[in-house]
């Protein structure tokens, strides 16, 4: 069975940085593509970012591009969300997913393409 496990959520004020951790267990980590979502309270769950299996590729959201920094340690099976520059429509529940294709081609913003959901990290951040 795989286990996400994130960590690193807060309390931050405006312009300050936080660095999420997701840590994976149960397949063979390496081998598939990671992304990172958002629910805010009242919204819908939305794409953040994503990294090829290979790290190679990186697709970002549009409203993290340049802020936001994903990374992966398939050594330790941990995926990374540096988050600089936070502003108080970043706060969200934070899922890590995992996808479910193996030696996936591309990064994937659809969370239907995702069958492994951590429990969520609260990001909060104060004006």
């Known amino acids: 069975q795989v286990q996400l496990v994130e960590s690193g959520g807060g309390l931050v004020q405006a312009g300050g940085s936080l660095r999420l951790s997701c840590a994976a267990s149960?397949?063979?980590?390496?081998?598939?593509?990671m992304g990172w979502f958002r629910q805010a309270p009242g919204k819908e769950r939305e794409f953040v970012v994503a990294i090829r299996w290979s790290g190679g590729s990186i697709s970002y959201a549009d409203s993290v591009k340049g802020r936001f920094t994903i990374s992966r340690d398939n050594a330790k099976n941990t995926v990374y969300l540096q988050m600089n520059s936070l502003k108080p429509e970043d706060t969200a529940l934070y899922y890590c997913?995992?996808?479910?294709?193996?030696?996936?081609?591309?990064?994937?913003?659809?969370?239907?393409?995702?069958?492994?959901w951590g429990q969520g990290t609260q990001v909060t951040v104060s004006s």
């Open positions: 997913a995992a996808d479910r294709l193996p030696y996936r081609r591309y990064t994937s913003r659809l969370s239907s393409d995702y069958d492994y």
């Open positions: 149960g397949r063979t980590f390496s081998n598939y593509g």
